[in-house]
């Protein structure tokens, strides 16, 4: 069944997928069975006893065109704490997304996994991110060795160095699988497609393999996912809206200054810097599996009798317990070109600007974000942080790694999508009945969001 159940169904499943692997070198080769039985599930422990060992490791600028062969030092992870030198041959390497890599704390189901197959476990930091710089500096001419073509070269490389030096060191031939996350999720997949020598499999958590530049159809499941909550919570964050939009657009400039303050702006900022903000503020919550979290808070402070401003107050407060803080969406910061390892909303915009598109617009049967985030809107965004004209070339990225290309002829790899998700309309969400080597499968449950199979079991999550 396509719809497994819980995202812990669709874990167990994938456990079982990857024990194939290791036994067999075939992965996805299974009989036609449900896993989603309570026998097979049990409890998750949580990892424990391993320590994280942090590496540097010399990889290429330029692996295609430079004759000079220049070199970077880019970051990884280890831990080998599990790993049997005499059984175990299986490897994980774990993609870091588009952001600064840190120990993936909060997603250690497959360093579970690798504990229970006496497995090693890699996480690799993309290039361009936290310390793996292959620059000086952040320069529009400096951004062209940012790519995903460049950046599954550097797995590539990686794993040909690691493979040969297991097999030197320990006498292991080792068997690898390829894992991430959204964009890592997709350089999973892409990276089984193109290198199918190196890994014999992939699980590509919510992997975002279809690149499209008017993505309308995040919003839309915005407002499916809010609207499955209650026609309140829709109508409240529909009237925010509004009010937003008057005061920035048509009140006198005082009540512009007050709002952009609550949201720790100085009142410099520009219009379409609130309005992307305000829109990723309600946008965020479900995307990560916090609807109730949401829904929850905006009835509790409609009822309350309080002003919008002081509604305002607290909605700020819960997007900046959840990450999402009006500072990082301005220009000013997209727009400085010196590197620091913290950031990665730079790096990100001349991703998307170049090559995959998703630029969020209104949904038009029901909007929630301001009208004014068109295409058009988003080509000048692109124009302004880069002072180049960037419109998503989407057509190659299609033609070598897009949904046809990877389902036509991609094998071992196993696609898995949240129901909730804003970002699985990018995705492979239906199985593909013409290549039974692409395995999907959907956590169909409450609030199973983005990436959700990726996180830390615990009790409470959904079966």
Same mark, same amino acid.
């Given at each position: ?21 290791? &036994?067999?070198?075939?992965?996805? +080769?299974?009989?036609?069975? $449900? ?20 590496? $540097?490791?010399?990889n290429?600028?330029?692996h ?15 831990v ?11 490897? !994980? ?6 952001? #600064?890599?840190?120990? @993936?704390?909060?997603?250690?189901? $497959?360093?579970?996994? &690798? ?15 936290g *310390? ?18 460049? +950046?599954? +070269? ?9 493979? *040969?030096k ?5 006498? !292991? ?6 894992v ?12 089984? /497609?193109?290198?199918? %020598? ?36 829709? =109508? ?10 008057? *005061? ?17 702006? =100085? ?22 599996? %916090? ?36 500072p990082?969406?301005t ?8 590197i ?8 990100? &915009? ?10 969020? $617009? ?17 080509? *000048?965004y ?5 002072? #180049?004209? #960037? ?6 990225? &299609? +033609? ?29 969400? /239906?199985?593909? @009945? ?30």
């Amino acid at each position: 069944s396509l719809f497994v159940g819980g995202f812990i169904c669709v874990q167990q499943k994938w456990i079982l997928l990857v024990m194939k692997v290791n &036994a067999l070198l075939v992965m996805l +080769a299974i009989v036609e069975a $449900t896993f989603c039985i309570e026998e097979m599930i049990g409890d998750y422990p949580k990892p424990s006893g391993y320590v994280i060992k942090n590496f $540097t490791f010399e990889n290429y600028v330029d692996h295609f065109t430079d004759p000079l062969k220049k070199k970077f030092m880019q970051r990884y992870y280890q831990v080998d704490d599990y790993w049997n030198k005499q059984e175990g041959s299986l490897v !994980i390497l774990y993609l870091c997304p588009e952001s #600064t890599c840190t120990f @993936p704390f909060h997603r250690l189901f $497959t360093l579970q996994v &690798a504990e229970q197959l006496k497995g090693l476990f890699f996480v690799i930091e993309h290039r361009y991110y936290g *310390k793996s710089q292959p620059v000086t500096d952040w320069t529009f001419p400096n951004m062209k060795y940012l790519t995903h073509d460049q +950046a599954l +070269a550097d797995y590539a490389h990686f794993i040909e160095y690691m493979k *040969k030096k297991i097999l030197e060191e320990y006498k !292991i031939n080792t068997k690898w699988i390829v894992v991430g996350g959204s964009y890592a999720g997709a350089l999973s997949a892409w990276f089984r /497609y193109k290198y199918p %020598h190196l890994v014999v499999g992939a699980l590509a958590s919510s992997g975002v393999v279809v690149p499209l530049s008017d993505y309308w159809q995040f919003e839309k499941q915005i407002v499916i996912d809010v609207l499955s909550e209650g026609e309140y919570c829709f =109508n409240i964050l529909k009237h925010y809206q509004s009010v937003v939009e008057y *005061k920035l657009l048509k009140a006198p400039v005082q009540e512009r200054q007050e709002l952009l303050k609550i949201f720790n702006g =100085n009142g410099n900022e520009t219009n379409d810097e609130f309005m992307f903000f305000f829109a990723d503020l309600h946008s965020l919550f479900p995307q990560y599996g %916090h609807r109730k979290e949401l829904c929850t808070l905006l009835k509790k402070l409609n009822e309350s009798g309080i002003t919008f401003e002081k509604q305002m107050e607290e909605y700020a407060k819960a997007g900046i317990y959840r990450g999402i803080v009006f500072p990082k969406y301005t220009r000013k910061i997209q727009r400085n070109t010196t590197i620091n390892t913290t950031i990665s909303s730079r790096q990100w &915009a001349y991703q998307y600007c170049t090559a995959y598109g998703w630029l969020q $617009t209104p949904y038009q049967e029901k909007p929630l974000r301001w009208s004014g985030m068109t295409l058009g809107y988003w080509y *000048k965004y692109c124009h302004d942080i880069f002072d #180049t004209l #960037t419109i998503p070339f989407i057509n190659r990225t &299609a +033609a070598m790694y897009g949904s046809d290309t990877i389902t036509k002829y991609g094998s071992n790899i196993f696609f898995t999508q949240g129901r909730d998700d804003p970002w699985k309309w990018v995705g492979i969400y /239906y199985q593909v @009945p013409e290549n039974p080597k692409i395995e999907v499968g959907v956590s169909n449950c409450d609030d199973c969001a983005h990436c959700v199979e990726m996180y830390t079991p615990t009790d409470n999550d959904p079966k």
